[in-house]
T-cell receptor
Framework: EAAVTQSPRNKVAVTGGKVTLSCNQT?????MYWYRQDTGHGLRLIHY???????EKGDIPDGYKASRPSQENFSLILELATPSQTSVYFC????????????FGAGTRLSVL | AQRVTQVQPTGSSQWGEEVTLDCSYE???????IFWYRQLFSGEMVFLIY??????QNQRSGRYSVVFQKSFKSISLVISASQPEDSGTYFC?????????????FGDGTVLTVKP
């Protein structure tokens, strides 16, 4: 069974503060992704990675940075958090070879006050 | 640009009924995959089924199947013998194979309620 673990599960941050969301996968998948989900909407891609050391911009990268220090770990960084970044963030991993199903973590609920 | 539309924000059924959830999409690519995920009330995203564009056969997986109309760029998820445990939000998502990034573009989802 695929395993993607996100931490923290809930986070309250102050405007202008730095926030780091962490993701760990034990699937040995090359690709990892960060999405955000706003209430009543689908997931939108922020950043993704093909492997350790690589990060790519997704559809809504502004205000976010990503870091992939290893195959297993992928972080999302908000250097200067704003209230508009209040959302639920999902990490996912996937392997391009095969059917390329993405496996999602349980999500991190972030509130920026 | 790719886009996924789910025009039914909500849907409902009675226990045991067949449910159909609709999705349409826009893509200029020939090779792509359409995925269906279900989001549980806990927020967890669960993979259900996927349809590759190059396969003319509608995919099936347990009680889930799809009706794929490639020429209309539409796909429906069919849930047979629906149960209250099937309640949740269902998302359709598109992945273009030509770029091979594996990234998904999601629709806004359909909230399904199955009544006992």
């Amino acid at each position: 069974e695929a395993a993607v673990t996100q931490s923290p599960r809930n986070k309250v941050a102050v405007t202008g503060g730095k926030v780091t969301l962490s993701c760990n996968q034990t699937n040995n998948h090359n690709n990892m992704y960060w999405y955000r989900q706003d209430t009543g909407h689908g997931l939108r891609l922020i950043h993704y990675s093909y492997g350790a050391g690589s990060t790519e911009k997704g559809d809504i990268p502004d205000g976010y940075k990503a870091s992939r220090p290893s195959q297993e770990n992928f972080s999302l960084i908000l250097e200067l958090a704003t209230p508009s970044q209040t959302s639920v963030y999902f990490c996912a991993s996937g392997d391009l070879w095969g059917q390329n199903t993405l496996y999602f973590g349980a999500g991190t609920r972030l509130s920026v006050l | 640009a790719q886009r996924v539309t789910q025009v039914q924000p909500t849907g409902s059924s009675q226990w045991g009924e067949e449910v159909t959830l609709d999705c349409s999409y826009e893509t200029s690519e020939y090779f792509y995959r359409i995925f269906w995920y279900r989001q549980l009330f806990s927020g967890e995203m669960v993979f259900l089924i996927y349809q590759p564009s190059f396969d003319t056969q509608n995919q099936r997986s347990g009680r889930y199947s799809v009706v794929f109309q490639k020429s209309f760029k539409s796909i429906s998820l069919v849930i047979s013998a629906s149960q209250p445990e099937d309640s949740g939000t269902y998302f359709c998502a598109l992945s273009e194979l030509i770029t091979n990034t594996g990234k998904l573009t999601f629709g806004d989802g359909t909230v399904l309620t199955v009544k006992p």
